[in-house]
C-alpha cells in the first residue's frame, strides 16, 4: 500500500517563527503537492513538485517555500508564521504516468497547524 | 489562470434520495479528472475519469466526464447516512501533472 506520512498531526507555534512540515512517500512517486484545506474553501495549492528539486507555485504560494532534496521527501517551510497561516496542511503525491496520465494522488494524514 | 467549480456547495438530503454533484473546469492541457470524498480525515480516492462519454461505476456511485462541456458529475442513488461527507473534484492539468482541487461539496444525508 502507498503511505505518505507527514510528519506531524497537530503544530501550535508562534507568530514569526520558522516552520517546517514534513512529507514522506515511500512509493517512488514523481509528484508531491502541498495543500492547505480551510472550511469552503476546498483544497488549494500552495506547491507543487514533478522531481527532484524542481517545482511549481500553486495558488496560493505567498509566505511559504518548498524543499525537494530526495524523492521520497517534500518540505513545507513557513518562512515566518503568522496567524492567517492557522489551517489544515495535507501531503499528496502521485505517480506520473505515461500519456501524460497519472495516478490518483495519494493523501497523508495531514498536520493541523495553530499559529497563535 | 486553472479554475475548478463544484456544485452546489453544500446539499441535505433524505436517506434513499438520489443526488447528482457538478464539477466543470477550466484548465491548460487536461489530464485527467478526479473524484474524492473526504470525511474526518484525509481525501480518499473514488474514480479517475479521462475520457469523455464512459461511466465509472462503483455500487451506488457512479460518475461520467464531458469533455466537450468541461464538466462531470458524481451520482450517488440510494444515499445512505454514510455517504455524509465532502465530495471533492479535482483536475490534473499542465505539462507536469499539477492537481487542482474544487471547492468540495458537503453533503448531508439524514435518516
Known amino acids: 500500500d502507498v503511505k505518505v506520512t507527514q510528519s506531524s498531526r497537530y503544530l501550535v507555534k508562534r507568530t514569526g517563527e520558522k516552520v517546517f512540515l514534513e512529507c514522506v512517500q515511500d512509493m517512488d512517486h514523481e509528484n508531491m503537492f502541498w495543500y492547505r484545506q480551510d472550511p469552503g474553501l476546498g483544497l488549494r495549492l500552495i506547491y507543487f513538485?514533478?522531481?527532484?528539486?524542481?517545482?511549481e507555485k500553486g495558488d496560493i504560494p505567498e509566505g511559504y517555500s518548498v524543499s525537494r532534496e530526495k524523492k521520497e521527501r517534500f518540505s513545507l517551510i513557513l518562512e515566518s508564521a503568522s496567524t492567517n497561516q492557522t489551517s489544515m496542511y495535507l501531503c499528496?503525491?502521485?505517480?506520473?504516468?505515461?500519456?501524460?496520465?497519472?495516478?490518483?494522488?495519494?493523501f497523508g494524514q495531514g498536520t493541523r497547524l495553530t499559529v497563535v | 489562470e486553472d479554475k475548478v467549480v463544484q456544485s452546489p456547495l453544500s446539499l441535505v438530503v433524505h436517506e434513499g434520495d438520489t443526488v447528482t454533484l457538478n464539477c466543470s473546469y477550466e484548465v491548460t492541457n487536461f489530464r485527467s479528472l478526479l473524484w474524492y470524498k473526504q470525511e474526518k480525515k484525509a481525501p480518499t480516492f473514488l474514480f479517475m475519469l479521462?475520457?469523455?462519454?464512459i461511466e465509472k461505476k462503483s455500487g451506488r456511485l457512479s460518475s461520467i466526464l464531458d469533455k466537450k462541456e468541461l464538466f462531470s458529475i458524481l451520482n450517488i442513488t440510494a444515499t445512505q447516512t454514510g455517504d455524509s461527507a465532502i465530495y471533492l473534484c479535482a483536475v490534473g492539468s499542465g505539462n507536469t501533472g499539477k492537481l487542482i482541487f474544487g471547492q468540495g461539496t458537503t453533503l448531508q444525508v439524514k435518516p
Open positions: 513538485s514533478y522531481d527532484v528539486k524542481m517545482k
Open positions: 479521462t475520457s469523455s462519454g
Open positions: 499528496a503525491s502521485s505517480q506520473a504516468g505515461p500519456w501524460k496520465v497519472d495516478t490518483e494522488a495519494f
